[in-house]
T-cell receptor, first 111, second 115 residues
Framework: GQNIDQPTEMTATEGAIVQINCTYQ??????LFWYQQHAGEAPTFLSY????GLEEKGRFSSFLSRSKGYSYLLLKELQMKDSASYLC????????????FGKGTMLLVSP | GAVVSQHPSWVICKSGTSVKIECRSL??????MFWYRQFPKQSLMLMAT?????????EQGVEKDKFLINHASLTLSTLTVTSAHPEDSSFYIC???????????FGPGTRLTVT
């Protein structure tokens, strides 16, 4: 099975940098995804890590350490529109297609 | 690219009736589609995985006779909630995975309220 932990809520100020952590314990591992979800909307894909290290994509970066079962999503130059829930999801090593989602981290960006 | 639509976006039905939700991949062929359910302030819970032309694979605890899934083509999957009850009220989201891609693309979701 999969167990994925993320902080429930975080707050930050516009223009700042915030790091959202995700730890996982899985029976198999084949990649980790980060999705952004605004209230009442479907998740949108942000990043994918399968190898250790940092993946950078504009203002967003994602890091993975497989040995530690740890990932983080780094958001730079925060904007008000970044207020959303951020979901960490792990792809099962055996059931190749399926994702198991964490409960999400609600990020509130204030002026 | 990689747009997924869902219809309807919201529906209210009476207890005991059935509701069908459609999920379409608009600009790609989806070899695999997924159905999730999300309760308020909770994460997405996978209900079932469907591949075109074959029976869906349901997650443990999900009643396959209650949640009927049909993946009739590479661009369309449907979820029918049969004999709906108030506890079935939830946000239902589908996703689709293009054959050669890793990530899933999500539809906008359907808000189901059973009265």
């Amino acid at each position: 099975g999969q167990n994925i932990d993320q902080p429930t809520e975080m707050t930050a100020t516009e223009g700042a940098i915030v790091q959202i952590n995700c730890t996982y314990q899985t029976s198999g591992f084949n990649g980790l995804f980060w999705y952004q979800q605004h209230a009442g909307e479907a998740p949108t894909f942000l990043s994918y890590n399968v190898l250790d290290g940092l993946e950078e994509k504009g203002r967003f970066s994602s890091f993975l350490s497989r040995s530690k079962g740890y990932s983080y999503l780094l958001l730079k130059e925060l904007q008000m529109k970044d207020s959303a829930s951020y979901l960490c999801a792990v792809r099962d090593g055996l059931r190749y297609s399926t994702l198991t989602f964490g409960k999400g981290t609600m990020l509130l960006v204030s002026p | 690219g990689a747009v997924v639509s869902q219809h309807p976006s919201w529906v209210i039905c009476k207890s005991g009736t059935s509701v069908k939700i459609e999920c379409r991949s608009l600009d790609f062929q989806a070899t695999t589609m997924f159905w999730y359910r999300q309760f308020p302030k909770q994460s997405l819970m996978l209900m079932a995985t469907s591949n075109e032309g074959s029976k869906a694979t349901y997650e443990q605890g999900v009643e396959k006779d209650k949640f009927l899934i049909n993946h009739a083509s590479l661009t369309l999957s449907t979820l029918t909630v049969t004999s709906a009850h108030p506890e079935d009220s939830s946000f239902y989201i589908c996703s689709a995975r293009p054959g050669i891609r890793i990530e899933q693309y999500f539809g906008p979701g359907t808000r189901l309220t059973v009265t």
